[in-house]
């Protein structure tokens, strides 16, 4: 194997001889990030009785408005794992159907019913609970250990390979030499920006979102609408006694909306949802309002001898159709598939980790592709509309409804465990 230095990692910058290591471990894998990729890659390498280390930077799993969708592809590889009928004892809902409401009709945009699977429906879990699932899993296997609060600062490499991390957590710093490091840390990756690794390519999609919730009483409609007004939007999200909102903006109008207030926002919000009028009063300050800047990139190569970037640290997804989870989760279901072996046999090699991106770099373009248009064709359209929105005459079309279905459902070459 090639040991080249890359022109653009520095050796001297992600060593610094100067830290006192309090602690040094050595391990097979070691996966820095545990979001829905990382916590089930780790379950599938310790089920193989590879030794890996998972490393969280938080405490705890718990983040308010994560994404909370379970699409059927997922479900599956849980099924193939024997976890399925087990996790949905924990508490959910199923959405069967997604809907667009205008202020002229009422139009079902997806039907997943049809689908040839033992789970029709999108799962909405808490996905605390959901991490929390997989994690209690993994810890049935001795080979498997959990670090939280484990602040990754430095990349281990020897004559341009990566071989470990450095981590700042309980009480100092802390060392740990593995045969491959994963990095599911996230859009914002740390361990992309130590790599140094080119600016991910990428578009600029047309809009950003505000989550809150307010409740929902029972008599409500279930499931998943959007709701579009004139030149407004807002996606509702049935969570049982609550709605999730997610206020739909024009890219960069956030400030400009904080500019002119709550009560303008409250305002535009029953300008589309006026059955909202007796509860809106409760959204009252703006701690209650989670901003995301919405994004949808890639990186043109996702992984350096001895380094592989998985999830949203190598592609980083639109929220539309809720695909972002399921799409991480494929990616650690492909790589567990081809590293195994080479990992218990220490001798994983650029090809496997080049393999694990072609796999995978094909679904991503296809479904961003997909998020993109949608986004221009929907999004954009009732944004920059002061008319009553008419929704595109091909969302009617049955044959563009069963292919959303499919895409939305399972994606593009869905991922399936083979080990």
């Known amino acids: 194997m090639t040991t080249h230095l890359p022109s653009n990692l520095s050796e001297t910058q992600t060593i610094n001889p100067a830290h006192e290591i309090i602690d040094a471990q050595t391990t097979d894998c070691c996966i820095v990030g545990g979001g829905p990729a990382g916590v089930v890659l780790a379950l599938l390498l310790a089920r193989q009785g590879i030794p890996v280390m998972l490393l969280e930077v938080h405490k705890d799993f718990d983040r308010d408005f994560r994404g909370d969708t379970i699409h059927p592809s997922v479900m599956e590889i849980m099924e193939e794992l024997g976890l399925a009928e087990r996790l949905l004892q924990i508490p959910h809902s199923k959405l069967y159907q997604l809907n667009i409401q205008t202020e002229q009709e009422s139009l079902q945009l997806v039907d997943f019913t049809d689908l040839k699977t033992h789970y029709p429906y999108i799962t909405v879990m808490p996905q605390v609970r959901f991490l929390e699932f997989i994690i209690n899993e993994a810890r049935q296997y001795p080979n498997f250990h959990l670090v939280t609060g484990a602040n990754v600062q430095e990349l281990i490499q020897e004559n341009g390979v990566i071989q470990g991390v450095r981590y700042r957590g309980q009480g100092g710093w802390h060392e740990i030499r593995a045969h491959l490091v994963v990095g599911a840390d996230g859009r914002h990756s740390r361990l992309r920006q130590l790599a140094n690794f080119e600016p991910p390519v990428g578009t600029s999609p047309p809009m950003d979102v505000l989550w809150f919730r307010l409740p929902r009483k029972s008599e409500e409609p279930v499931g998943l609408m959007g709701r579009f007004g004139r030149g407004h939007i807002v996606a509702m999200l049935d969570r049982g006694e609550q709605w999730q909102l997610g206020y739909v903006i024009p890219k960069g109008g956030y400030q400009e909306l904080r500019t002119a207030g709550l009560e303008?926002?409250?305002?535009?919000?029953?300008?589309?949802?006026?059955?909202?009028?007796?509860?809106?009063?409760?959204?009252q300050d703006w701690s209650q309002i989670a901003f995301l800047s919405v994004e949808s990139n890639r990186l043109k190569r996702w992984y350096r001898l001895g380094l592989l970037l998985i999830g949203d640290a190598a592609h980083v997804m639109s929220p539309v159709a809720g695909v972002g989870i399921n799409y991480a989760i494929a990616d650690a279901v492909v790589a567990a598939n081809i590293l195994s072996e080479p990992l218990k046999n220490k001798g994983v090699e650029l090809h496997h980790l080049s393999l694990v991106q072609r796999r995978r770099e094909l679904p991503t373009r296809i479904i961003q592709t997909f998020q993109s248009l949608i986004q221009q064709q929907i999004f954009v359209r009732a944004l920059k509309s002061e008319q009553q929105f008419q929704?595109?005459?091909?969302?009617?079309?049955?044959?563009?409804?069963?292919?959303?279905?499919?895409?939305?459902?399972?994606?593009?070459?869905?991922a399936h465990v083979q080990i």
């Open 264 to 283: 303008a926002l409250r305002k535009s919000i029953l300008g589309v949802v006026p059955e909202l009028e007796d509860r809106i009063h409760l959204l």
């Open 391 to 414: 929704p595109p005459a091909f969302v009617r079309l049955p044959l563009v409804r069963n292919i959303l279905a499919r895409l939305i459902g399972f994606g593009f070459s869905p």
